[in-house]
């Protein structure tokens, strides 16, 4: 190790920075950020920098560097674009024993700046001893991306709690079992969705029960992972994901997506292809309720997003009854995923003002879609479910008196690897369909916005084809 990692307080000491242009501005904001008391020394400096000695938030002191201004520094900066003035400025500081970083020239000087990820009162800090900070950015943004905004807030709201945890638990590995509990459950995850009483009403459960040893609340995350795309689910779903103990799937959700859970976590497929339900739909929904009541985060991943003919409703309504915790995080749609990756917009200013998704699912009472209402002009219909029935839905939109030459698509697994796009009329899609053996899942997308595509099709020339 090059560096030692430290975290210094600089609260209410005098630091110095010694530059007066955009860096120097940047170093300032985090000097200022830590509340430390900043005499900048430039001849000339920036907007801002003048702006906030005006305000006397900093102190400035507009003339060149003099080795004089180190004494009494608790830190030094060397934000110039002239090489002397930053060798100057290092060696003014090392000769009276302050710590002093030169901005991009970890060679001068004895402190390097880190990248850091700042969820006050939680801040990591990545350094790479100078060699390489571009990838210490890169890792900076991947943390940025997996470390919920509110985890500052959780820490907060932890120290508060420390000193009554203390007294309710003196046994230090009861209160370890605690904080850890605490934790993994819905607590920290009932925070980072804003819900911040209802976060410490948990942790009150699970004080006032003080068997440290007891089973976890569980909870149910019912999650959206979009189409097929994995890089298309939002940040919630692979967070919840990759904390939940159980992960409850599908025939609609891939192995890509499955494969990002949690390496350890239990895995249980619960079927759903179009005939053939490994589960009923109330066993799924009782499956949850009784994965919760163990204890467990249980993650039902879903495709698309769950309350798009997801039947996501039934499996919380059937939690909310059972009075178990739950989340639910929206996925993309697969009319979203599929018009986009296929390069069909669904709404344009001039084709279609409107957009409908419906379902060509057969109803078990027979009753279907108003298709005359549904056969509108400047309208885009995506219809979900309905590659089966394919050749009834265009007769049927036939019928209500939809232009035969009216454009229209099947979009098959759309925004994966394997897309397919079939474009077509109305009156020619269920030939076109049938001759190119559609396989499920696939989306029908009916609309003037259809023929865009021959300009804006982009995903097909980019992914390789697995057919
Ligand atoms: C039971 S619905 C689930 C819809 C899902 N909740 C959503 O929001 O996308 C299943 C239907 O969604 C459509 N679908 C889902 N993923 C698809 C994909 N990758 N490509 C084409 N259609 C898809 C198909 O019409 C399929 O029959």
């Known amino acids: 190790m ?25 170093k300032l904001a985090l000097l ?71 901005v991009d020239q970890p060679g001068l000087g004895n402190v390097v700046m880190p990248s850091i990820v700042d969820r006050s009162p939680v801040v990591i800090a990545i350094g790479t001893g100078g060699n390489a900070p571009v990838l210490a950015r890169m890792l900076r943004a ?46 920290a995850e009932l925070l980072f969705a804003g819900r911040r009483d209802e976060a410490l009403a948990a942790i009150e459960r699970s ?52 494969d990002l859970a949690r390496r350890d976590a239990e895995r249980i497929y619960v079927g759903k292809a179009p005939d053939r339900h490994a589960l009923s739909q109330d066993e799924i929904n009782q499956l949850l309720v009784r994965l919760a009541r163990a204890g467990k985060r249980a993650a039902r991943l879903k495709g698309g997003d769950p309350f798009v003919f997801g039947r996501g409703g039934e499996e919380i309504e059937t939690l909310a009854a059972a009075g178990v915790h739950f989340q639910v995080v929206p996925g993309i749609t697969a009319a979203l995923g599929c018009a986009a990756y296929a390069g069909i917009p669904l709404t344009h200013r001039d084709l279609a003002h409107a957009c409908t998704f419906v379902t060509g699912h057969r109803r078990a009472d027979g009753s279907e879609p108003d298709w005359a209402a549904l056969a509108r002009p400047q309208h885009t219909l995506v219809v979900y479910m309905g590659a089966a029935a394919l ?54 997308i009916f609309g003037e916005v259809v023929r865009l595509r021959e300009q804006l099709a982009w995903f097909e020339q980019t992914a390789p084809r697995h057919d």
């Not at 003080?210 to 089973?215: C, I, L, M, V, W």
């Not at 779903?237 to 609609?252: G, P």
């Open 32 to 102: 200022r950020a830590a509340g430390a008391r900043v005499t900048v020394v430039a001849p000339h400096v920036g907007e801002e920098i003048a702006r906030l000695a005006a305000r006397g938030e900093i102190e400035l002191t507009p003339r060149a560097f003099d080795a004089e201004d180190v004494r009494g520094m608790a830190l030094v900066i060397a934000a110039t674009d002239q090489d002397e003035v930053n060798r100057a400025v290092a060696a003014a500081a090392e000769a009276a024993g302050v710590p002093v970083n030169v």
């Open 391 to 444: 050749a009834e839905i265009c007769a049927k939109l036939q019928a209500a008196g939809v232009p035969p030459t009216l454009p229209a698509a099947i979009v098959e697994r759309g925004t994966t690897q394997a897309q397919r796009v079939i474009t077509a009329t109305l009156a020619t899609l269920t030939e076109q369909g049938k001759a190119a053996v559609v396989r499920p899942p696939a989306l029908l």
């Open 142 to 187: 991947k943390l940025e991306s997996l470390i919920p905004q509110a985890y500052g807030e959780l820490a907060g709201l932890l120290g508060s709690l420390r000193g009554r945890v203390r007294a309710a638990l003196p046994d230090g590995t009861a209160r370890r079992r605690f904080w850890e509990r605490t934790l993994e459950g819905p607590a």
């Open 207 to 258: 004080l006032a029960r003080s068997d440290a040893a007891g089973p976890n609340e569980g909870e149910v995350y019912l999650i959206g992972t979009g189409p097929g795309d994995p890089d298309l689910l939002s940040f919630r779903a692979l967070r919840l994901m990759q904390s939940a103990d159980v992960v409850v799937y599908d025939r609609l959700v891939g192995e890509t997506i499955v």
């Open 2 to 26: 090059d560096y030692l990692p430290i975290f210094l307080s600089l609260r209410a000491r005098p630091c110095l920075l010694v530059g007066g242009g955009g860096v120097a501005e940047r």
